[in-house]
């Protein structure tokens, strides 16, 4: 129960410094198109939130367990408000919502994800028992562990902390090894040492919170270890089609094409795709087709807002008519069922990835396992029944049970769809049972022009640099492109324009140590906290017991 009067003795420069800092995390990150966020603000933001949870409140006492939660609630909710903004214009846009009504969902969404911000205020609070320079210390392993919550209880780990350095050289060092959540840590830790600073300004601490500033200052601008020369010799081809379907209005163009003509226009494309044959040190030269493009060693095309069924023999055939002439393998977003007496409506439906082999046969389909909340089911449907528009398109989706491998032309690949990519304890699985290269479809037409097209993006980026393996990124309107295992993007297709593009990769057979263990080192990060929780409760025992004996 809300205690009032606890929430009142705490002074409003906290409440000021949980919202500054709240900001600060959200312009560390892409907002639209135009503002692709300061990486850097995500080494100073979580800071004012230290030095907030570490406070006294109005009378000069550190604050409780409950008014820890709620400053650190009141950072979550502007944290998922300006992050997530994105699924307020999904919701009008899409889902047929009154904008009012969108954005109290928005809000309702921010305030519950805005929980964690509150176990992580909740646990600073209680660690403070301990001293502030031992809940500094402890800060990181919190922070992570706050983080491996979000993705195995309510598994929405979207933009964590380590996220937001993507560009930098530190996710090369650290990702292969421990995952981004280790990436997370170390600028968690940075904050941490910053704000210890303004606490206790000993020699010690002064000298303790450079020499970690400088440590990670120096892994974000060394170059990655073993990072390759691009050599447009070594690479293979893929043709990726970005079909530029308008999401949720199949049909709606200004010339209307029946499915059948929008499959054989997107069969010409996929045999006559655009490409770019001049390589540069930073990537490749503007796109073109002054000469045939290199024999493609793959054809993708994306998840998209289309009636594509598996089942659908001029699907099938148009699929294999474009695996003969390119002689690849094609990997094709679509809708796959199966019957299931034992569902009311008799069968299931998937958001799937097909496989057509080089002969033009049907060779396998996997089958999408993480759905996303309103946008292929909507959760808890008895309380939002208003939001049932939003899935009309493409149905009340069931999710799949097998991390399915394509095995194709003499290589392995592993497709994950959309959502799936901010996974990356799971994308891991593909590439620990073989997968030689990663292929990422998505339709992320839901989210139009705001930021989450690059933030949904650089999250697959992170999976590239975790496993060492290029990340191919097939989506409906874009950000279609071609990742390497450093995460660099090395070409991408103008966003909201139909075609056909061939872009490089290669494939990989070396397994990183996160491939192997996956998420080892949240999972210690969460034992560090447990084990800080019971030292502070035994400290506060022994206190107590103190007290009464003197």
């Given at each position: ?423 990356g304890d799971e994308v891991r699985e593909f590439v620990k049972n073989g997968a030689e290269v990663l292929v990422n479809i998505s339709d992320d037409g839901w989210y139009g022009d705001t930021g989450a097209p690059w933030q949904h993006l650089n999250m697959a ?90």
């Amino acid at each position: 129960m809300l205690d009032f009067v606890a929430m009142r003795q705490i002074p409003v420069r906290l409440w000021l410094l949980a919202v500054v800092s709240g900001v600060l995390q959200v312009l560390a990150f892409p907002l639209t198109q135009q503002i692709q966020g300061w990486p850097v603000l995500a080494w100073a933001g979580p800071v004012f939130l230290l030095l907030a949870l570490l406070d006294t409140n109005a009378e000069g006492q550190a604050l409780t367990v409950k008014q820890g939660a709620a400053v650190g609630y009141a950072c979550g909710i502007v944290w998922y408000i300006g992050n997530c903004w994105w699924i307020y214009q999904t919701m009008y846009l899409y889902g047929g919502l009154p904008k009012p009504v969108a954005a109290v969902i928005l809000l309702l969404f921010a305030m519950y994800l805005g929980l964690y911000h509150a176990l992580f205020g909740a646990l600073m609070a209680g660690l403070r028992r301990l001293g502030t320079g031992w809940a500094l210390a402890l800060a990181p392993f919190c922070w992570v562990a706050v983080e491996l919550a979000r993705a195995r209880i309510t598994g929405f780990p979207w933009d964590l902390l380590g996220n937001s350095q993507v560009d930098n050289a530190l996710p090369s060092h650290l990702a292969p090894f421990a995952g981004v959540m280790a990436v997370s840590f170390v600028v968690a830790g940075v904050n941490a040492s910053v704000a210890s600073v303004f606490f206790q300004r000993t020699r010690l601490r002064l000298s303790l919170a450079a020499v970690f500033v400088l440590v990670a200052g120096g892994l974000t601008v060394l170059p990655p270890l073993d990072m390759p020369l691009l050599n447009k010799h070594q690479f293979s081809t893929a043709v990726l089609l970005q079909e530029n379907l308008e999401v949720g209005a199949v049909g709606k163009e200004a010339a209307p094409l029946t499915m059948e003509e929008k499959y054989r226009e997107f069969s010409r494309l996929s045999e006559h795709p655009l490409w770019s044959p001049a390589a540069t040190a930073d990537g490749f030269a503007a796109w073109q087709q002054a000469e045939p493009a290199p024999a493609p060693a793959l054809v993708v095309w994306p998840e998209a807002p289309a009636d594509f069924l598996t089942s659908d023999e001029r699907f099938r055939g148009i699929l294999g008519d474009v695996a003969r002439a390119t002689r690849a393998p094609v990997i094709a977003g679509s809708l796959g069922v199966d019957r299931d007496p034992g569902v009311q409506r008799g069968y299931k439906l998937y958001d799937s990835a097909a496989l057509i082999a080089p002969d033009g046969g049907f060779q396998g389909r996997y089958d999408k396992i993480h759905l996303v909340p309103w946008g292929e089911y909507v959760p808890f449907k008895e309380l939002f029944f208003f939001a049932g528009k939003l899935t009309a398109g493409v149905g009340n989706m069931d999710p799949g049970s097998r991390r399915d491998l394509f095995h194709a032309g003499g290589h392995v690949y592993g497709v994950f769809i959309c959502y799936e990519s901010i996974f990356g304890d799971e994308v891991r699985e593909f590439v620990k049972n073989g997968a030689e290269v990663l292929v990422n479809i998505s339709d992320d037409g839901w989210y139009g022009d705001t930021g989450a097209p690059w933030q949904h993006l650089n999250m697959a980026r992170m999976r590239a640099i975790e496993n060492r393996r290029w990340v191919i990124r097939d989506t409906n309107t874009g950000v279609t492109t071609t990742i390497d295992p450093f995460g660099r993007t090395m070409l991408e297709a103008p966003r909201h324009v139909r075609g056909a593009y061939a872009m490089p990769f290669e494939y990989k057979s070396r397994v990183t140590f996160y491939t192997r263990h996956g998420d080892w080192f949240a999972w210690v990060c969460l034992c560090v906290t447990l084990a800080g929780l019971g030292w502070a409760r035994l400290t506060q025992t022994k206190v107590e017991a103190d007290a009464l004996r003197g």
